[in-house]
């Protein structure tokens, strides 16, 4: 699966299940550490909810401010007809009015751009820590493969395949073994690891 199609949620943080193996982590702390990182995610997605709401109710207070200058662009229009005096006086404080609303408008559509720029750097520091996590965690299934390799190299005499199934190779079967035995891990053990 693509970095640009996977999605994580707080909940798929909180339901994943990993499967039992000889010498893994300590469950607690998994299980501390996985609520940690849900607890995280679901305080950035409300951060993020927040800012795009607020966004929005920017967005709509520009659209206002915009009909209210289309208004006054219209009675500006209107008083065109009224005597000279009358005319230059509206002119004048239309204008006034418009230069104030446009700034305004521009103060707080630059605050909407600075809030989406801060969502999207915020979007882009959780993309860093996510490929951060998946490096981790790929180093430690590595790490824990090539501890089995060893330690499956080393091993006395060949057994079955998992606690609760081992059965001790017959005679004939341990000198074979480790006579014969290559430098590729057990099949048992490249299972484990590659699921």
């Known amino acids: ?17 990993f499967k039992k193996a000889m010498r893994g982590y300590e469950t607690l702390e998994v299980e501390d550490f996985r609520s940690r990182v849900a607890d995280e ?3 950035l997605v409300r951060e993020r909810n927040a800012f795009e709401e607020k966004s929005r109710g920017l967005a709509e207070q520009l659209g206002a401010f915009r009909d209210r200058e289309k208004a006054m662009n219209e009675a500006l ?30 103060t707080r559509l ?11 750097d915020s979007a882009e520091s959780l993309s860093r820590q996510h490929h951060a996590y ?14 089995l390799d060893a330690f499956a190299a080393n091993e006395p005499a060949p057994f079955g395949k998992i606690a609760g199934m081992i059965a001790p190779a017959t005679d ?19 299972s484990i690891v590659e699921e």
């Open 134 to 147: 998946l490096a981790v965690l790929r180093s430690i299934v590595e790490r824990q493969k090539a501890e």
């Open 172 to 190: 004939g079967e341990g000198e074979r073994g480790r006579e014969g035995r290559s430098k590729s891990s057990p099949r048992w053990i490249k």
């Open 77 to 106: 229009v209107a008083a065109q007809q009224l005597r000279a005096e009358t005319k230059e006086q509206a002119e004048r404080e239309a204008q006034m009015i418009i230069r104030a609303a446009e700034a305004v408008a521009e």
């Open 1 to 17: 699966m693509s970095d640009d199609v996977f999605r994580l949620t707080p909940l798929d943080v909180r339901k994943q299940e």
């Open 110 to 120: 630059e605050r909407a751009h600075r809030e989406i720029e801060k969502l999207q």
């Open 41 to 43: 995610m679901e305080r």
